[in-house]
């Protein structure tokens, strides 16, 4: 019998696998993947620096042991190239994998800005391990790092590198930090409390170019000012990889397209994780891809199962500032009303008959989490 082939061995191709062995040991799984199949978590790479932890300290185990625990076979270092749907194969440069039923679990990348000069291609982004490692030796000797956007994962990074010592300057075009996420007040807590922590902002403004400046590099912002840095980060967003799917006339949209079973377009392949789209919904989150591996898994065993979203909280990585938002379901209608000031504050985004769809609370007020969530509806029901 074929296996059931996950390609992908981040949070959702693993947290799938754990997910069906809890349900099935049986059942023969293969799982690929263009990288070396480490096991780890992808948030604490935006909080590993302060923490002094190399990339080899952030895995949990290597491939092999989790072939061993999963009981499955793991190819690494196996990029897919192409999906014959039909014949049900994956084709690979060097051979083809035939599957029972497929899984794509193929994350996203980081949006590149198309940048002008003659260092460009030095900008680097922190998606996965590997790129952490990169970070991790262009910073040795190095001292000011830029950071290209200010959004989660840029002001993580910027309270991660301000703290480990690093001048921090952050552009973005947004005038406050975590715009789509935060509603003003706090977004400008958070912009002053990273400042108190040696952030420097350069908001409202967009990066033109970055050039080579010995010993380090420069950026130049479209309104000609110009920015000293030896390491820049672009953290401008993640687009989920849709290509191969695309390319093997699987519907994609903003990601994979998948119903509340996690099946595409083709019978038989489903996708999770922050490749996939679920009914309109793209969630490049954790807690997401919990409960698609739960229900998928169930699914895969046998039992099948749509997937359900509870509101899902982020735990915005800045101890500059604890945060924790719940934004609200994209296309709901309503306004923040907030109470607080600058180091704690208790933000609901009401609707115009007073129920709450999404809240965000700082510093103290991040205690009121569970009880708000449980005030919220559920994402998809
Ligand atoms: P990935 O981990 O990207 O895995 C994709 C896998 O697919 C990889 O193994 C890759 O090798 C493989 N692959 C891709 N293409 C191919 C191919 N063609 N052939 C073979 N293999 C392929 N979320 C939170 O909820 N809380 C947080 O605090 C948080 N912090 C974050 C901090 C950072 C710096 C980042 C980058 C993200 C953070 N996130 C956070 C988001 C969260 O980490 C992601 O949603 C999650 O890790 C995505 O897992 P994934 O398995 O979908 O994708």
Known sequence: ??????????????????????????????????????????????????????????????????????????????????????????????????????VLALGAEPIRLPLEGNAAHEVLSVNDLADYARLRERLEGALRIAILGAGLIGCEFANDFAVSGHPVDVIDLAHQPLGRLLPAEAGRAMRDALSRAGVRWHLGRTVAAVEHAPPG????????????ADVVLSAVGLRPRTRLAQTAGIAVNRGIVVDRALETSAPGVYALGDCAEV????????????????????????????????????????????????????????????????????????????????????GEECSKRQAWTRELPPLLA
């Open 217 to 228: 590099l420069e950026i130049r912002l479209a309104d000609g000012a110009r920015i000293g």
């Open 1 to 102: 019998m074929e296996p059931i082939v996950i390609v992908g061995t981040g949070l959702a191709g693993y947290g799938l696998a754990r997910e069906l062995r809890k349900l099935d040991r049986e059942l023969p799984l293969a799982i690929v993947t263009a990288d070396d199949g480490s096991s780890y978590s992808k948030p604490n790479l935006s909080n590993a620096l302060a923490a002094g932890r190399t990339p080899q300290q952030l895995v949990g185990a290597s491939a092999e042991t989790m072939a061993r625990q999963l009981g499955a076979a793991i190819r690494t270092h196996a990029r897919v190239d192409a999906i014959d749907v039909p014949g049900r194969r994956l084709l690979f440069a060097d051979g083809e994998l035939r599957y029972s039923r497929l």
């Open 279 to 362: 009914e309109g919904h793209v969630l490049p989150f954790v807690m997401p891809i919990m409960h698609a591996a739960r229900a998928l898994a169930a699914t895969l065993a046998g039992r099948p199962q749509r997937v359900s979203y509870p509101a899902m909280p982020v735990v915005v990585k800045t101890p500059a500032l604890p945060t924790v938002v719940c934004p609200p379901a994209p296309g709901r209608s309503g306004g923040w009303t907030v109470a607080g000031g600058a180091h704690s504050l208790a933000a609901r985004f009401l609707d115009a008959d007073g129920a709450m769809l999404g809240f965000a609370l700082t």
